[in-house]
């Protein structure tokens, strides 16, 4: 993990990084809390697609875990997205790239993408815990749209995760997804899934599928009127507070004796 | 509206009261804080079917809404519930009265039912907003089930109330309910809406339709595992959240000048 800049915005420290993986690097935004030191908790922001690592809403959550709650957060560019998109995809509008994407995301490079997504992120988790400033300690992951796609796999794979926000996706007995109603079922931390009445991307019911197929005793589905992206403000202060529940406090470093 | 008792525990005072209706007197609780003076919000809070203004939910919340936010809480005794349950009742598990008040609240009898519990609450909020300790103020509905039942009508037509948190209720175009789709959309006030995903009583689905027929620009579902009376605590912070957010802080009294 290489800290390629860092800037200092009220308190919170911004380190842009990048992982060297083979490949392809994979570059990312790691949020501290300024002068940090010590571990603490840490949240995993998977971007949806056509978004990437510094989109406003990952940006802003990001800040503000880090503000309120002297947490640790990191975001990457998923393949295909941010740094990582094709030069021919640049300057596409958003219904443009989803279109050429689709196949990559939804089609038959679908598994190679989604392996490809959970290599990134098991490195970027194995890389930010090895900081003294993050340290091994409690894990959320935060993930909507192809951020919960993602978040399916390796939310039910990974021990290391403690909590998760999942929602807007989903499917159905008729759309099935090879081992996905596995995955789903395996996940067992919890989780709280956000759902839009009028989602016009993934439909209300498979969405509702999912969240009855996860196997989390502890589980809160949150649903709000309006379409895909349109998800209220005030659900940052749900994740934040989820977050706060589940992943506890920074414990207060141990007084030094007074020399 | 007659006080016929008073205690104080923790900083809350419980008055017990009784309203002067026709035919049938209406015996209910007022929360407040201990030596309130001066205006503040109240939330009226309508228990569920076979409940009672006592119930543990009902007094757990009414004194957590007065000791976290310094409101008012009101709580009556519904019709055949409580204090005004038939004497042939008392002594039935849950499972008979259900049966022997079917044809009262969900057969011929409901609309009789439904008016006097709207009169009933009516005259309430009424009597308590004539006091000092309370006064003319922003008001919420909490009730779920029955209270919901019975929050739809009063919320869809009295324009004192500002917010409510409603759920556990609902129906779908094939158990129509003469007039009820147009009041649910006719309620534009905040909604919290609370759906238990295995609820043995009301179907998920006629749940959701309720949720999606409600008028309301802001109205959020909250939804988790479990039967229909395992509703998890943590919602009863979402609902003191909730009402905190829509009806605001007890106004700081005027400071008097110093003599």
């Not at 992120?121 to 815990?129: C, K, Y």
């Not at 996940?187 to 956000?194: C, D, K, N, R, S």
């Not at 969405?207 to 209220?232: D, I, W, Y």
């Amino acid at each position: 993990m290489r800290i390629t800049a860092e800037a200092t915005e009220k308190g919170v420290t911004e380190h842009s990084f990048t992982l060297d993986r083979p490949d392809e690097p994979v570059p990312g935004v790691l949020w501290l809390p300024e002068g940090a030191s010590g571990p603490r908790p840490l949240v995993l922001l998977c971007h949806g697609g056509t978004q990437e690592k510094r989109a406003p809403n990952i940006v802003a959550l990001g800040r503000r875990l880090v503000r309120h709650l002297d947490y640790a957060a990191v975001a990457i560019d998923c393949p295909h997205h941010g740094e990582r998109m094709p030069e021919a995809e640049r300057g596409m509008s958003r219904e443009e790239r989803r279109q050429a994407m689709r196949g990559r995301l939804f089609g038959e490079g679908r598994r190679a993408t989604m392996e490809r997504a959970m290599g990134d992120w098991t490195e970027t988790l194995d890389a930010v815990s090895a900081r003294p400033d993050v340290g091994v300690g409690p894990v959320g992951w935060w993930g909507l749209s192809m951020g919960c796609a993602f978040g399916v796999p390796f939310v039910s794979r990974e021990p290391r995760v403690d909590a998760a926000v999942l929602g807007l996706a989903g499917w159905d007995e008729s759309s099935p997804r090879a081992g996905f109603d596995e995955l789903a079922r395996n996940i067992t931390v919890p989780v709280l899934f956000i759902v839009q009445w009028h989602d016009e991307v993934v439909r209300r019911e498979h969405a509702c599928n999912l969240f009855g197929l996860l196997g989390s005793e502890r589980k809160t589905m949150h649903a709000n009127p309006g379409r895909h992206v349109e998800v209220p403000l005030f659900e940052r202060q749900a994740a934040e507070d989820f977050f706060a529940e589940h992943l506890g406090k920074v414990a207060e470093p141990a007084e030094a004796p007074a020399a």
